[in-house]
């Protein structure tokens, strides 16, 4: 690159290990800068940088960032700690202040908007113990240097008739003050992992804790507690889920003991008990994505269905609904949700096993509707599918599944099948798959949709098609006197040609 580039990538790797990256910042952008040090860090002596896929980035601390960064520290004796001890955490730290009438204050407080502490919790403005008529406006100390205003900032000042002068002031700071992710960092050891991050279903916190964590898990499901309005329960998941009923064994951390709660998706309220089905708030996106592509009037059958993510908004849209699920406890809480929502009348549900659910209520309802389809009708059939880790092996059932005469092509039901994978082609994998299961290829006649990362190197996707007509109807059978008699008339034809 020309001397100039370098020039910049020099003077920003300085701007990133000092304190004036923050006010540079501003004019400054962020990702570009960073791009440029690891496009070239191979190429300035000195620099060497690491670009790395994590939830978190975090900035490597100098020693200045260390010395400011107290004011976010809770007191270093709370390492190691696995009983919460809210005293524990308190702390003075010395911090700028200046000295205002407090007719003023207001006034001050917009001027210096951006050196004035911005800390959640704090309060910025406080008692002079000195004078009633005045007060002390708390100063952000990543923004003073060495308890000096700059030149903007006097100049400022000077307008308001303001003195300059910042003095110090003993700031007492309690458990009160930190974030969850602030006081998890202080008491787990050093350079370990910290889970801040939940899963929130209705007012239960769900967890899942890494094995350097569980001895803290108590202390961290009471710090979610404190420092989130309305969870007052944390549990953490024990185990993988259960490959039958889709649910997983659980301990609960902190807070109460009722795992019967109450959530909102996209509209539609449902209940259950989270520690008996199946309920994930990420596939939100997914569940209205799907019956998007429904229109009123369509048939539904789901499969899989738990307690009506996607039963339940679809009879909203009039659609017609054949809900499923192996586990009671889920077909249980599918009639109290479809009567919650007013949809009881719309459908029908069932308490299977999911391959004679295929079997019987949904290959007898194709049997009766698609020899009536007419092409005029724009009726469609919907599969939904939603067991990733088994769905696939499944999808066998579809070959030959129905007799007669195929339908027209439109009339077709769409299949819409999770899967998880951990191929580097996750697409192609899935795909794969399903055309083993199927016995036919589906090259060009489907579509893959990256639902979501399950975990590192694992994806969870949907293979959405419609059944080939040569999979899904089995062809008659032909009488064997029938078969004869073709046979001989084909003899007797090439003998009169011969």
């Not at 007012?203 to 009471?222: E, K």
């Amino acid at each position: 690159p020309p001397d100039w580039t370098l020039w910049r990538i020099g003077y920003s790797a300085r701007l990133l290990k000092s304190n004036c990256f923050r006010t540079a910042a501003s004019n400054t952008s962020f990702p570009a800068v960073w791009m440029l040090l690891a496009q070239y860090s191979g190429r300035v002596p000195g620099l060497f940088v690491v670009v790395k896929k994590n939830n978190f980035f975090t900035m490597p601390e100098t020693v200045e960032d260390k010395a400011n960064l107290e004011l976010y520290l809770p007191h270093p004796e709370v390492r190691g700690m696995t009983r919460l001890n809210r005293e524990a955490f308190k702390r003075t730290v010395v911090v700028p202040v200046l000295k205002v009438k407090k007719e003023i204050v207001n006034t001050l407080l917009k001027s210096l908007k951006h050196t004035v502490l911005q800390r959640p919790g704090l309060k910025r403005v406080v008692e002079d113990p000195e004078d009633e008529d005045s007060r002390l406006v708390i100063l952000d100390p990543h923004k003073i240097s060495e308890f000096s205003l700059g030149e903007s900032d006097r100049e400022v000042l000077k307008q308001l008739n303001v003195h300059p002068e910042v003095s110090k002031y003993n700031l007492e700071l309690t458990y009160e003050n930190f974030k969850s992710e602030e006081i998890l960092r202080a008491v787990l050891p050093e350079g370990q992992e910290v889970t801040s991050g939940f899963s929130r279903v209705g007012h239960i916190a769900h967890l899942n804790l890494r094995d350097h964590q569980l001895p803290y898990r108590h202390l961290i499901g009471q710090v979610i507690i404190d420092k989130n309005p309305g969870i007052t329960c944390v549990v953490n998941k024990t185990n993988i889920i259960d490959s039958t009923y889709r649910n997983f064994q659980m301990e609960v951390l902190a807070g109460e003991s009722n795992l019967v709660t109450k959530v909102k998706e996209n509209n539609i309220t449902y209940e259950l008990d989270f520690s008996k089905v199946y309920w994930n708030p990420r596939l939100s996106t997914e569940h209205g994505r799907i019956v998007e592509l429904l229109k009123p009037s369509d048939v539904l059958f789901d499969v899989f269905a738990g307690i009506g993510p996607f039963a339940i908004p679809a009879a909203k849209k009039k659609c017609r609904v054949f809900a499923n699920d192996l586990n009671p406890e889920s077909y249980s809480w599918l009639l109290h949700n479809c009567k919650l929502n007013k949809v009881d009348n719309k459908i029908k549900a069932f308490n299977m096993d999911g391959r004679d659910f295929l079997l019987g209520p949904v290959r007898e309802e194709l049997s009766r509707e698609l020899p009536l389809l007419k092409e005029e009708q724009k009726t469609s059939f919907h599969i939904v599918m939603n067991l990733p880790a088994l769905a696939i092996e499944f999808l066998d059932v579809f070959q030959h599944f129905l007799a007669g005469e195929p339908c027209s092509a439109a009339g077709l039901p769409t299949v819409h099948c999770y899967g998880f994978s951990k191929h580097d082609d996750p697409a192609k994998d899935v795909r794969e798959r399903a055309e083993a299961s199927l016995g036919t290829s589906l090259d060009g006649r489907c579509s893959t949709y990256l639902v979501r990362n399950v975990a590192p190197n694992k994806e969870m996707l949907c293979i959405s098609f419609q059944i080939p007509a040569e999979v899904l109807y089995k062809r008659p059978s032909i009488p064997a006197s029938k078969r004869l008699c073709s046979s001989r008339d084909f003899s007797e034809e090439k003998l009169k040609k011969s």
